[in-house]
């Protein structure tokens, strides 16, 4: 934490010209600095290449399902894969990509403030990541784990032969770059407002932000104190969920679900952050109702931690238990579905354009409503015992967290990416990006609905050869999406350097960060901006369509 | 630490970043009230599972050092919070010799524990994966699991020991620098907050391993 010795604020001229890119050029000056800037974009890599390493795994998986005996010929590989994959997305790429990214560098900018509260806390986040995921990758690749993302007791403690406790070793470190980043979130959003910011007018995004550090904060303690517990019983086998004395294996359940279903929601917030900033903008309007968006997220949030139990309807816990999560289950869908009819409120009547970051938004709200819909069927207690470990539930979450949170991810990375880098990217080629991704996941993901209806269990090496067709149209969609992927990779690499220069504000948006130059100096603002009013204060209709025609 | 001033323009005066410190480390505390919850919620819950050996490990715990470590533990964050009242007045001096005692005092309880209390249970064969473990019969299950809870909690409540040592002797290295005056000493309370949170998960693991269920 950095204490203040003095009442005197001196800001180099340096930090005030130019931009943060051009703010010093050497290896040090980004691997040491402080600038929420900067230190977004070494998450930006880092997360970067995690998510092509995880999607690598994914392919392979998706490679050995073509035959129904199995392309890769052994089931130990097949295992270790779709552990990998599951390891890697969800805690290297999905929990951390929107907030250490698109959150670390836009939050002070919209904020009104010149950096986070703690910025070498930051920076030192970032080290606790790559530590934390260069260890997970070692154990990944030395050997690998074969116990599934969810490290099931007592497959995990006593009979899995994988490298178990390495990888946890690298999550438990990794979640507490997670939870100093909430932590620093949450102290700068309450702090850090610039005058006249009120909490009602704070964009939506960091609302979300918001809500999502709560989760990170007082989730993630808990995942770390439980893996602590299981790679202690795995090494020195005293075993804390071990039933040959009196432990219970289920109560590990218990407690990573109350982590990891939290966990999703840490993960899908930040998505509808970054959908409630792009669509006002696209349809130049303010969003349609804006005190229930907020406070969806909010309830979103509280209700996320009373929900855990739906993940252990089949596990044995009491009915009437069963019966209580399921509605509470049925419950956070209600916040939910309020956004979603928020944002098509939003563009009813507005001026809708169709740019890159719009097409991602509405095929996040497309994609999004069919994966929260599909949630509850497995969320009502007699269908979910028929559907729960099958590839029903496999190509839900993959709705939610592909299809909605990497669509948003995809936006919100268009959309800043002028601000971020003072370029703008090729539109027609984002658009067509965009297209493919959506075309290429439906094509992924809808036959495994069907497929998890007809009883095609996930997780398994070989299936019974009825399940083929189904089975190549996924892995063919997968290659469409992953060309899908590689695009923006390509031509977002290219507009960094033969990109148009973008000016501060091409989109006409509201909101503190684009009033600032684009790429914004390291000191964001040098003037502190005084808010006099709330976000999205788009002219009226009339008035807009009075100047048009 | 070389450009302190520097990572400071996001301020609006050193007053407000203090208390944005202070908010800063209330929420870590409250991280590791979690951290510490998840555990301590696994203990209670295995306890009322196996009653018999937990009662019947209680009973093999040392309750002598354990409520002396008490003793010494309360003292130490009472004699810190002496020191912070101190530089309020400004006394460097005697802020020092505060940051001393407790620390020291934070020396003993870890000699107590881990130098007498821990090899003590070494020797009884009380560890929970030892092939003699000491109790046997049908709370043996049990008491092995009461000794799991027992290494891991002390153990973690010893590592934030260490930490908060740590911490002690940053602060009294910028103590005795003079960097700390009535006006600023941000360090001292948010260090205070931290070794009293250490001192109260004790408080909530004395009973656990000492008392419930000792009687019986």
């Given amino acids: 934490m950095s204490m203040g010795m003095t009442d005197m604020v001196k800001i180099s001229d340096g930090a005030a010209e130019g931009s943060y890119l051009t703010d010093g050029w050497t290896l040090r000056s980004w691997l040491l600095s402080t600038d929420h800037k900067r230190i977004a974009l070494l998450y930006l890599g880092s997360i970067t290449f995690f998510f092509f390493i995880g999607g690598a795994a994914a392919a392979l998986v998706r490679l050995n399902l073509i035959v129904p005996e199995g392309l890769l010929g052994s089931a130990e590989a097949y295992n270790r894969l779709f552990t990998m994959h599951g390891v890697i997305m969800v805690w290297f790429f999905l929990v951390p990509a929107v907030p250490v990214t698109l959150g670390n560098f836009l939050i002070p900018l919209m904020l009104g403030a010149r950096d986070l509260a703690f910025p070498r806390l930051n920076l030192f986040t970032w080290y606790l990541f790559i530590t934390g995921g260069a260890i997970t990758l070692w154990a990944l690749f030395v050997g690998g784990v074969d116990t599934g993302w969810t490290f099931y007791t007592p497959l995990s403690t006593t009979y899995s032969q994988g490298h178990v406790v390495l990888a946890a070793v690298g999550i438990f470190i990794s979640g507490f770059a997670s939870i100093a980043t909430g932590l620093n979130f949450i102290v700068s959003i309450h702090r850090l407002r610039a005058p006249g910011l009120t909490w009602y007018r704070m964009p939506v995004f960091l609302w979300s932000i918001y809500s999502l550090s709560v989760l990170l904060v007082l989730a993630t303690p808990v995942l770390a104190i439980t893996l602590l517990l299981l790679a202690l019983e795995r090494l020195f086998h005293i075993g804390v969920f071990d039933p040959a004395i009196g432990g219970d294996p289920l109560l590990f359940q218990h407690l990573f679900w109350f982590y990891s279903h939290p966990a999703v929601y840490i993960m899908i917030l930040p998505g509808f952050g970054v959908v409630s900033e792009i669509i006002p903008t696209f349809s130049r309007k303010s969003i349609f109702g804006y005190k229930f968006v907020v406070w969806a997220s909010v309830s979103i949030a509280v209700i996320s931690f009373f929900v855990w139990g739906h993940h252990m309807f089949v596990a044995g816990t009491s009915v009437y238990s069963a019966v209580l999560f399921s509605i509470l289950s049925y419950l956070v869908a209600v916040p939910s579905a309020i956004k979603v009819f928020n944002w098509l409120g939003t563009m009813h009547k507005g001026f809708v354009r169709f740019d890159a970051p719009m097409l991602y938004a509405l095929g996040f709200i497309g994609l999004f409503t069919i994966g929260g819909l599909t949630g509850l069927w497995v969320a009502a207690l007699a269908a979910d015992v028929h559907l729960t470990q099958t590839y029903f539930v496999v190509a839900h979450f993959h709705y939610i967290m592909v299809g909605g949170m990497v669509s948003a991810f995809f936006g919100g990375l268009h959309f800043w990416w002028p601000k971020i880098t003072g370029r703008m990217y090729p539109e027609m080629w984002a658009r067509v990006a965009a297209l493919i991704m959506f075309i290429g996941f439906n094509i992924t993901f809808f036959p495994q609905f069907i497929l998890g209806l007809l009883g095609m269990p996930r997780r398994y090496f070989s299936y019974s050869p009825d399940f083929q067709v189904l089975n190549v149209l996924s892995s063919a969609g997968a290659s469409v999406l992953a060309s899908a992927y590689l695009l923006p990779l390509a031509y977002l690499t290219w507009s960094l350097f033969h990109g148009e220069r973008a000016p501060a504000n091409p989109w006409g948006a509201t909101g503190l960060e684009w009033q600032t130059t684009s790429p914004p100096p390291t000191v964001n603002f040098v003037e502190i901006p005084v808010v006099t009013e709330g976000p999205y204060a788009y002219p009226p209709p009339e008035t807009v369509h009075q100047q048009n025609v | ?216």
């Fill in chain 2, 1 to 216: 630490m070389s450009s302190t001033v520097a990572h400071d323009f996001q301020y609006e005066s050193a007053s407000y970043q203090a208390q944005t410190a202070v908010a800063g480390m209330w929420l870590f505390l409250a991280t590791e009230v979690l951290f510490f919850g998840g555990m301590i919620l696994t203990w209670i819950y295995s306890r009322h599972w196996n009653q018999l050996g937990f009662d019947a490990g209680v009973r093999q715990t040392d309750l002598s050092i354990g409520t002396l470590n008490t003793f010494v533990l309360v003292t130490s964050s009472f004699v810190y919070a002496l020191g912070l009242l101190f530089i309020r007045e400004g006394n460097i001096r005697q802020l020092i010799r505060c940051c001393v005692v407790t620390l020291v005092l934070g020396l003993i309880f870890l000699a107590l524990k881990f130098g007498v209390e821990w090899p003590e249970d070494f020797a009884h064969h009380l560890f929970p994966s030892a092939p003699n473990f000491k109790i046997s019969g049908p709370s043996e299950g049990g008491a092995r699991l009461f000794f799991i809870f027992y290494f891991i909690g002390t153990a973690l409540h010893g590592v934030h020991m260490v930490v908060g040592i740590g911490l002690l002797l940053w602060v009294i290295r910028r103590a005795r620098r003079g960097e700390f005056s009535p006006s600023y000493h941000t360090p001292v309370t948010v260090v205070g907050l931290y070794w009293s949170f250490v001192d109260i998960v004790w408080l909530t693991l004395y009973p656990l391993i000492y008392l419930i269920g000792r009687g019986r």
